[in-house]
């Protein structure tokens, strides 16, 4: 076979000898027609040397030109090839010798197989390929596969994550060695890997996310289960590797969004900047999440999810920002956007129903958008979490402890977690279990250290612990935090059941914060 009839795939770069053409994560770079003759020959000989005179012919043929050419050419390579701070280790030079290529390996596909990869879509794009067997029995191998085929299902109900169908994944069953292709080939943005154990009546399985462009490991997991009820145990670890694999993947198309320029960004993108502020729950950052927000709603007004996080910012400044009526009809309005427009979007659905419950104080209509965004995504955390914060509030302590520990348990690490936590802070508080109450509450405030409600969740239960002393310090950090905080405003704003209010608001007094 000819050097034309093929192309060199190499880290993220194809090189088309044909037209050369010297692509970048499928972007044309802008590299010349003799530096590309020049990387072939590196290629060519790749790990090897090549001498200053193979590469003169190689890029000028029978031209007489001086060295300095070679080193300008290079010096072009050099530049095109920026991965890393490492760069210049791709191509080494040998001092009075030549050159040699020592980057990553180089394989060679023909033209078709090279230029098959879809483009990538504009939203999160993950192949979830075959699970490795490490036992070797049938029935594992049917156990591994029921799993994928679960996770792929799972992660097809998020709207915002395209998921490549299992034909194509499942063409990756004997094994990968090129990430970089593979995410390539298939035109997804990240891959899920996995391997299955099993012995001696347990089954282990071990997971990982991968940036398929970069091979860096985003997230990665480990479940140990009793393989009594395999394929209960199936369904049980494939909902918590979606659940726990959905923020992570959100994390990690933010902090790629966050790479580009703020006037390249479309809708899409503009809600993934404005996340992590909406996240926070404080009222300067979601003032600036808004107006990322309403550029999004204006590019795109039928765009469910900035709808649903704008209702989320309003909500927010409702509660944190004065109570302010026009903050709670947009919170409103936004949310019944969303709920009109993301009928297939669980996310949507379920800040909608959020924003519903606290805001216009209409619990049954957010359950029911609670319930619809479960039916669409089962493995949502953000549901379950938001929807624990709503029967928190509204005087359901087990329920919300339930909802709570089904949350945390489908995404410890989630963003939210802290709201998790003090829906069953606030949930054992009337309970009596006061000890279990602080607990949640510290956990609350090691998630979310910036966040005032998770201070005066603190405060109710080290009062009625009887800690004055440390309930008091914590109630100046809500001040800190809000100072316009009044408890009775709160509770008011949030239409919180009479028994809680009366139990937070004996110890609220107790620890110090106004009335």
Known sequence: MASGDFN??????????????????GEPTMLGRRAVALLQALLDSAGAPVSKAALVEAGWGSLAVAENNLTVQIAALRRVLVTGPDHQSWIETLPRRGYRYIGPAVTRGSPDKAQAGPPLPERASVAVLPFADLSGSPENRYFADGMVDDIINGLSRIRSVFVTARGSSFTYRSGVDDLRRVGHELGVRYLLEGAVRREAGRVRVTVSLVDASTRAQIWADRYDRSSDDLFGLQDEIALSVVGSMAPNIRRAEIDRVKRKRPENLDAYDLVLRAQPDVDSGMPDQVTRALSLLERAIALDPSYALAHGNAAMCHHCLFLRAGLREENRVASIHHARCAIQQGSDDATALTLAGFSLGMDGHDRDAAFAAMDSALALSP????THILGSVLLGWGGQAERAIEWS????????????????????????????????????????VQANPV?????????????????????????????DLHPAFRFSRQFAGVNCAPELAQVLGDALRAGGLPE
């Not at 405060?459 to 310090?473: D, S």
């Open 379 to 382: 493995s949502s955390a953000l």
């Open 8 to 25: 060199y795939l190499f880290g993220p770069f194809c090189l088309h000898p044909e037209t050369g053409i010297l692509l970048r994560a």
């Open 405 to 444: 520990s089904r949350g945390l348990r489908l995404s410890p690490f989630d963003p939210w977690a802290f709201a998790a936590y003090d829906a069953q802070a606030m949930s054992h508080l009337l309970l009596g279990r006061y000890e279990d109450a602080c607990r949640a509450a510290c956990r609350a």
């Open 451 to 479: 966040h005032s409600i998770t201070y005066v969740q603190l405060t109710a239960a080290l009062a009625k612990l009887g800690r004055l002393q440390e309930a008091k310090i914590a109630a100046r950090r809500v001040l």
